[in-house]
């Protein structure tokens, strides 16, 4: 079965940092991948996705993220943080003819000044 | 333009009592989804509409959940004799096509069951 993993619950990090968050997925073959941000009280705002091509996407507010094929990974990074940047993160896989979205339990980004 | 809508954003009831959520797709978009997100189970996947028919309903946790699209525009999720268990928050979203394209979620509606 699909399944995403997301190993950390909570991480905090000082402004201006870097922050990497991990992601796994199991899969038969390549899923597309996806990493969404949560503030509270908010819907989900996709920050990136990867369908195909370039391992390395650029999303919005300064992240990115890395395809791994051989670690069936897809984490995410942002070089320097910033207080906003505090929220729930979510990463998802599509499998190939998806019609939903199966997601990870998330991972809790708190920022100190 | 206008995202994904969500009615009402906040929703109380008590046990037994039936509820209908309300979403609003982002106009001309084609797919719709339910997914529901919770403190035990995270978020779940719950019902995917192409246009107005449901070509997967694997999600329902239960024959006390059905939705209905009409329209080819709103969505209705109605949960029928509400249990504790049904406390959630029941998001919503919707793309333009289906497969290789974005979700685009809204904010949500957030029951508490009595």
């Known amino acids: 079965a699909q399944s995403v993993t997301q190993p950390d619950i909570h991480i905090t990090v000082s402004e201006g940092a870097s922050l990497e968050l991990r992601c796994n997925y199991s899969?038969?073959?390549?899923?597309?991948l996806f990493w969404y941000v949560q503030s509270p009280g908010q819907g989900l705002q996709l920050l990136l996705k990867y369908f195909s091509g370039d391992t390395l996407v650029q999303g919005i507010k300064g992240f990115e993220a890395e395809f791994k094929r051989s670690q069936s990974s897809f984490n995410l990074r942002k070089p320097s943080v910033h207080w906003s940047d505090a929220a729930e993160y979510f990463c998802?896989?599509?499998?190939?003819?998806?019609?939903?979205?199966?997601f990870g339990a998330g991972t809790r980004l708190a920022v100190h000044p | 333009g206008a995202g994904v809508s969500q009615s009402p954003s906040n929703k109380v009831t008590e046990k037994g009592k039936d509820v209908e959520l309300r979403c609003d797709p982002i106009s001309g978009h084609t797919a719709l989804y339910w997914y529901r997100q919770s403190l035990g189970q995270g978020l779940e996947f719950l019902i995917y509409?192409?246009?107005?028919?449901?070509?997967?309903k694997s999600g329902l946790p239960s024959d006390r959940f059905s939705a209905e699209r009409t329209g080819g525009s709103v969505s209705t999720l109605t949960i029928q004799r509400t249990q504790q268990e049904d406390s959630a928050v029941y998001l919503c979203a919707s793309s333009p096509l289906t497969s290789l394209e974005t979700q685009y979620f809204g904010p949500g509606t957030r029951l508490l069951v009595l």
């Open positions: 899969y038969g073959a390549t899923p597309y």
């Open positions: 509409f192409q246009g107005n028919s449901a070509p997967d």
């Open positions: 998802a896989v599509g499998p190939f003819g998806y019609n939903k979205l199966i």
